[in-house]
């Protein structure tokens, strides 16, 4: 189908590509390039330093599915009795393998509820201090960029894609309790300069997802093609 129909292939990053390339083969005509998704106009890509806050509430936001972890979210968390995390997203009724990760999860840990859709973005910006990412597989996480833009920590899979876009961000973990226990202390205990320089430290990696950039990007494709 690629080779038939196919002039050019666009990844979000370089694992999907080889991913891609591991299971299928296309004729090296077509065009194989890597353009990940934008987040905004560069001028609007700012930190808000002032929206930094430190409290035990811990928010997540998306499918609430194995793949994006939240059965490792889950497991990790059950003893953490002082933290809240909160889930944000929607699992479908047809999605039942979700929809009993999400009540076996939040029947099992009071502490871990279900809010359903999130109807705006600024609930968690203004009310959580960080944000739990760790999937077995991703390829762009949306949310953890306008978090970090927005003050909120993300604490994120060694492994997880969305680390490609940032440079030397230091809240990941392996999926063990006693690392995700070091790191939400390690966040609770910083001082507010140390965060915020965190933080501001990847204003300009983020800066390259700008829609200009990103738009420059497909216009260098379309030429090439």
Excluded: W
Aim: hydrophobic residues 35%; proline residues 4%.
């Amino acid at each position: 189908m690629y080779n038939d129909h196919a002039d050019a292939l666009v990844f979000f990053n370089d694992n999907d590509k080889e991913l891609f390339n591991n299971y299928y083969k296309v004729s090296d005509n077509i065009l194989q390039v890597t353009i990940p998704p934008a987040l905004g106009k560069k001028e609007d890509l700012n930190v808000k330093l002032d929206g930094i806050k430190i409290n035990n509430r811990i928010a997540y936001n998306g499918i609430p599915s194995y793949a994006n972890g939240i059965d490792t979210a889950g497991n990790l968390i059950v003893n953490f009795n002082d933290y809240n995390l909160d889930i944000f997203g929607t699992h479908g009724r047809l999605d039942f393998f979700n929809e009993f990760l999400i009540n076996n999860i939040t029947v099992s840990v009071p502490h871990i509820n279900f809010k359903g859709r999130l109807k705006n973005d600024k609930l968690i910006y203004n009310n959580y201090s960080m944000y739990l990412f760790l999937p077995t597989y991703d390829t762009f996480d949306f949310f953890t960029y306008k978090c970090i833009l927005n003050g909120v920590f993300p604490i994120l899979s060694r492994n997880s894609n969305t680390l490609t876009y940032l440079k030397d961000y230091p809240f990941t973990i392996l999926p063990q309790p006693e690392q995700l226990k070091y790191i939400v202390e390690l966040i609770k205990k910083s001082k507010p300069e140390t965060l915020k320089n965190i933080l501001k430290k990847q204003e300009n990696n983020l800066k390259l997802l700008s829609n200009e950039n990103i738009l420059n990007q497909y216009t260098n494709l379309i030429n090439k093609l």
